[in-house]
């Protein structure tokens, strides 16, 4: 499926930011900077990606974040970013606990980098965000679950299940506008950070 350019514009400069960000690497491997900002392409980037490589690719960026952590354990973006990655992998797990250990994880993350910097309004709002998450992980599976019963239903009743399809539709978009703010959110905030940090950068 072709992305919207705007889509693919984004992709490609989270891919070069990814490259940039591997090579300074090479020549400077205890920046952590640099492995932030791997990081952070690398999460960005797994948005484009389903199944499996994005997991793959959450975990990577969950990787270089605690590297940059293991050289610089008060670094706030790098907390703040890893609160992001572990909130996005708690959303992959089906059973409750395993997200919420995830989000529990993100949310101590979030009140670290606070801590560091308890001017910052977006490390705020990420942690006031992430007591959301639990109910946000539960409304999703409760979706997916009626889907699928829908999808099912589907292939048997004709007409008559068409107008229980369609009222379905507008609780799943209300519930879709949910998770997409939140989401978005995040992308835009670090979107502006990864921005800021490639500026200094040149």
Known sequence: ME???DELERMIFFE??????ELDHKENPLDPQVLTR????????AHFKQGKEAVEMIELAIAKFQAA????????DALWCLGN???SQGFLFQEAQKACSHFDEAK????????EEPTNEIYRKALEMTDKAPGLHAELQRQLAEQQ???????NVQKSTKGVVLDDRKVTADFWYGVGGWLCFMGVAFSWTLLLARQKAF
């Open 3 to 5: 992305l919207p350019r």
């Open 16 to 21: 070069e930011a990814r490259q940039r960000a």
């Open 38 to 45: 791997w990081g952070g392409a690398l999460l960005e980037l």
């Open 69 to 76: 952590l293991d050289i610089e354990p008060k670094k706030h």
């Open 85 to 87: 990655a572990l909130t």
């Open 108 to 115: 101590t993350c979030f009140q670290r980098a606070l801590n």
């Open 149 to 155: 019963i829908y999808h099912e239903a589907s292939k």
